[in-house]
């Protein structure tokens, strides 16, 4: 694996700085860009991203400030990820158990609620690069769907609401470049378009 | 919520509706005037010019303009807030922005304008 190369650096050079933590993909905190693609370090294998006799090449994920080596300053990752509300307002009295969902319920939220925030997807996202203050990014959009499409949740209209200017959401252009890079196998892509049909349901 | 006041209509799925709508008028509008010069290769001036003066003509001349000046507004505006802001270009970066929207804005209305003259001149 990448990760394994970067230990035998450190060791050689304990300078070196990156973020690691669970080394099975798992934690997320090892996105890096690989020969030209975001990635875990950690689940790629060298083998997959170098050619034979070629060369492999580790940058930080583009578009956040770095802070050293491949450490980035991820604030910006998270602050819009704080602003879709990554969690369950529900207003009506707590039930005595948990509040139950039906198997298909619980079905919905499948592809979604895997995501590691490991920010791979954001960081290859064009518009997140253009406007990483403004639209939310693919990572904070697929948690945004989570729990809109969560039939525990209350507060959908207000979710919606906060969604509908112009960056939030709309600054996705379906490029694609979250999709192709989430080590989990996840969508955003479909989330957003899955948001877009929601808001357009309230408004028409 | 992010707020702006230069978008279209001021709210991202407005646009993105009126994006979506104008793009399928000018494709039809477009590829039937093409199909129309295919079906008529030997077009004379008096049947070009017959054909721009009926009323049903028009309305749809003028719908595809109204739509190509939307959807190049919604566009333009978009590629301005990509690519002419303050990360890209530094304390400048609003007037330019403005200026640039202002630009198209005003260019938009001209050929408008001048597109209605022309259709209607006919
Ligand atoms: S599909 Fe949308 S969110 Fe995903 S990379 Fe493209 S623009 Fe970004
Ligand atoms: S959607 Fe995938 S790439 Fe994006 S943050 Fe979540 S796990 Fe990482
Ligand atoms: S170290 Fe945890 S995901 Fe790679």
């Given at each position: 694996m990448?990760?394994d ?6 060791r ?5 700085t990156y973020?690691r ?7 997320g905190s ?15 294998p060298v083998s ?6 070629g ?5 930080p ?7 050293r080596?491949?450490?980035?300053d ?10 879709i ?5 529900n207003n009506?009295?707590a ?11 619980r ?10 925030l ?10 997140f ?6 639209f ?5 959009l697929?948690q ?12 959908i ?9 112009p960056?939030?959401?709309f ?7 979250c ?6 196998g ?13 808001l357009l349901?309230?408004a028409? | ?8 209509g ?12 104008t793009?399928?008028?000018?494709a039809?509008?477009f590829v039937t005037?093409f ?11 008096q ?10 003509m ?16 919604i566009?333009?505006?978009t590629?301005?807030?990509?690519y ?5 270009l530094?304390?400048k970066a609003?007037?330019i ?12 209305f001209i050929?408008l304008v ?8 006919i």
């Amino acid at each position: 694996m990448v990760l394994d190369v970067l230990e035998l650096l450190k060791r050689k050079d304990p300078s070196i700085t990156y973020r690691r933590s669970c080394r099975e993909g798992v934690c997320g905190s090892d996105g890096m860009n690989i020969n030209g693609t975001n990635g875990l370090a950690c689940i790629t294998p060298v083998s997959s991203v170098v050619k034979s006799g070629g060369k492999l090449v580790i940058r930080p994920l583009p578009g956040l400030p770095v802070v050293r080596d491949l450490v980035v300053d991820m604030t910006v990752f998270y602050k819009q990820f704080e602003k879709i509300q990554p969690f369950l307002i529900n207003n009506t009295p707590a039930p005595a158990i948990e509040r139950l969902q039906s198997p298909e319920d619980r079905e919905k939220l499948d592809g979604l609620y895997e995501c590691i925030l490991c920010a791979c997807c954001s960081t290859n996202c064009p518009s997140f690069w253009w406007n990483p203050e403004k639209f939310i990014g693919p990572a904070g959009l697929l948690q945004a769907y989570r729990f809109l499409a969560d039939s525990r949740d209350t507060a959908i209209n207000e979710r919606l609401a906060n969604l509908e200017d112009p960056f939030s959401v709309f600054r996705c252009r379906g490029i694609m470049n979250c999709v192709a890079v989430c080590p989990k196998g996840l969508n955003p892509t479909r989330a957003i378009g899955h948001i877009r049909s929601m808001l357009l349901q309230r408004a028409t | 919520m992010v707020t702006n006041v230069t978008s279209f209509g001021r709210s991202g799925l407005y646009d993105w509706l009126v994006q979506r709508i104008t793009a399928v008028i000018l494709a039809v509008y477009f590829v039937t005037l093409f199909g129309y010069l295919l079906l008529n290769p030997d077009l004379d001036y008096q049947q070009w010019q017959k054909l721009f003066s009926a009323t049903w003509m028009r309305i749809a001349s003028l719908m595809a303009l109204m739509a190509l000046c939307a959807h190049a507004w919604i566009g333009m505006w978009t590629i301005s807030t990509d690519y002419l802001t303050s990360d890209m270009l530094g304390g400048k970066a609003t007037v330019i922005r403005f200026f640039f929207q202002t630009a198209c804005v005003v260019l938009m209305f001209i050929y408008l304008v001048w597109g209605i003259q022309i259709l209607w001149g006919i």
